[in-house]
């Protein structure tokens, strides 16, 4: 069985050997071009056409299986069309792959074509040399369109080695006296042995290193002990902006503050092995090259453990820049972008439509931003807005929910964290959010919700502009812009010892604070339409049920109006009365009935209503026999209308401890009335 990449290949080999062979052998093919699977056929020899296409079948061979890979070489013929060539001409060499261009250019050596200058060109090759002529071996439909004088010589042929292995493993050596098989071997050229050989595999290796260095994406150049060059990459030209040949030139000319040199004497033991002691930077540093920003990295060349030369990397400041940011986009998978502009935003409201304005000029800086507002105002909307509207634009958006994630992972989510760091970190470390943000921006959702320990890491970063992974030892710079977002009143946490002043004021440099819908009904109508019009359903509105939308008090704001229309639009009705919507507002109503009127009590009474209803509800846990937490009373007064934040319910209950109103439980045991505090709510109303 023939096995070959290609269809007509394994016709071609096919061809071959049954001219040679007749009919002592039945010939079976397979090609990857035309059925991917190898198939599980008995065969008393396997000749494939490639090492690489063996090791792809060879688990599905028999057990004992004899194979033989292919030595191709070319016809006679063929080697006449190319040694007519000028001498001195330089000639692509043209085939499907790297590994079949290397060996086709390794063949022409062995055959003593020395007379042209062969430069490899395959698929991948990024930009094809300034040359007129190709040479491939049936593979022209890979020649680039520039060159002007294809030479396709065919296909390769099998060797006189190849053919012999297929007689000794069929036991068919007898045939090879055959006067056919003498006629073929004189067709074919052979290649060249010893030293001639050697010397051919030589070049070609120089060819691969040469190919290679010019696909670095980086500008290389290797200077000996002295400094001067003696190799580079077409890109060190390209970032040098130097016209021929860097050979001869001395390093320290080119690049400036470059060392002229290394110690002669010196040894890779001594010293700092890469510093600046021994001729070399250790890290990558800023250049100026012809008015241009160059990045310049010079490592010391290693020879027998003594320093024999230089090695310069060096690339265009943008450029590095550039292909950081690609490399964060794949890095970070999803590819975050922001998915909304200020367009996205929907309102007819005249302050809301001044704070977008605003909001608008605030993107063009880099300062941070605080956004405040109620739960379900798009405060993440603005932040996409806001960053699809500024410089940062074309960079990564990473966005990140303080509140969902405990202490030590949102730590580790935004830091990264490195190899070892703790049990379960990931083999090679993990990047952290602000890396990944790098040249872009970060949106700190719920950033009232961060711990008192993380909020000090995240000060020194925006002060220093630099990050330490968890279990790192290096600093990695970042240029980053902070967005953040609370539903809390920060300024209150602040005086509770609940949030730090001094990352208080590092955030909040631009504020934008979103009014809730309720404060701006012009918007609600809007918006159902707007939102009704996304999931197309086919219902309208009575009168009365947008009366009703209008009066809600919508406490859950915008995210509860979407659940509102995602809500009648499943109610399969071609009219919404008021009385469809009841289900929808009947809860925040009966809070509002139960709580809010006791506090209304209390503002005329003198107290306040905020905490008139504290007490309200205190005593309403009183008549349950239940002790009141802070996080309870502020959901009761989220459904009753009310703002108020669980730093400000702290306070009161502390100043209704003073007075002798409540005990008050240390850790989680809430709060209870004494007395006292049940004649004070007894003279509110209260009963």
Known sequence: MIVTAFGPVADMHAATLEALFGNAVDILRHSYDLCAPFPSVEADLYVFSTYPIYLNAKHRLPPFAKTVIMGNTIGVDQYERIARIANGARALVVNYSVEMTMDTITLFRQLGIGHLELIPYYPGVVAAPEVDLAITPGEARYVPESIREVIDIGHRVLDEKTIVDIAHFLSLEGLLAEPRFGRHFARIKKARGGVASLFDVT???????????????????????????????????????????????????????????????????????????????????????????????????????????????????????????????????????????????????????????????????????????????????????????????????????????????????????????????????????????????????????????????????????????????????????????????????????????????????LQIEIPPLRERPGDILLLFDSLAGAQAPAFLLSEEARDALVSHPWFGNVRELKNCVEYVACLGKSLIEAEDLWPLFRHARSGRQGLAAPARLADRSGVGEGEGFVLACLFDNYRRRLRTGRRSIEKRAIEAGLFLTEAQIRRMLVDFEAKGYVLLSRGRGGAVLTDRGIEACGSLGLK
């Not at 001869?248 to 060392?259: A, F």
């Not at 798009?378 to 500024?390: P, R, T």
């Not at 958006?397 to 490195?418: D, H, M, Q, R």
């Not at 990944?436 to 502009?465: K, P, W, Y």
């Open 203 to 509: 070049n070609v290796l120089e060819n691969q290193l040469s190919g290679l260095l010019d696909a670095m994406e980086d500008g290389l150049i290797v200077a000996d002990d002295a400094g001067v060059v003696y190799a580079s990459n077409h890109k060190a030209l390209e970032v040098l902006d130097e016209r021929g040949s860097l050979v001869g030139k001395r390093l320290s000319d080119l690049l400036s503050g470059v060392p002229s040199g290394v110690p002669s004497g010196g040894n890779a033991e001594g010293g700092h092995a890469g510093g600046e002691a021994e001729g070399g930077y250790s890290d990558y540093r800023l250049a100026k090259v012809k008015s241009r920003n160059v990045t310049v990295k010079v490592a010391p060349l290693i020879e027998a453990g003594r320093r024999a030369g230089l090695l310069a990397t060096i690339n265009t400041f943008d450029e590095k820049e550039k292909n950081q940011g690609l490399l964060r986009a794949q890095l970070l998978g999803k590819g975050h972008r922001a998915k909304f502009d200020f367009d996205s935003i929907v309102t007819k409201d005249p302050d809301l439509i001044g704070i977008k304005a605003l909001a608008r000029r605030k993107a063009d800086s880099n300062s941070s931003i605080l956004i405040i507002g109620e739960t379900g105002t798009g405060k993440e909307l603005f932040a996409h807005a806001i960053h699809a509207d500024s410089r940062r634009r074309k960079a990564q958006f990473v966005t990140i929910n303080c509140a969902a994630l405990p202490e030590s992972l949102l730590e580790s989510e935004l830091f990264g964290y490195a190899e070892g760091a703790f049990t379960g970190a990931r083999k090679g470390g993990k990047p952290g959010l602000f890396e990944l943000a790098h040249g872009g921006t970060i949106f700190l959702d719920e950033i009232g919700e961060m711990q008192l320990g993380l909020q000090a890491r995240l000060l020194r970063v925006l002060e220093s502009r630099e990050v330490m992974r968890l279990g790192g030892d290096s600093l990695v710079p970042v240029d980053i812009r902070v967005i953040a977002a609370t539903n809390k009143d920060l300024w209150n946490l602040v005086r509770d010892g609940g949030f730090r002043q001094d990352l208080y004021y590092r955030l909040n440099v």
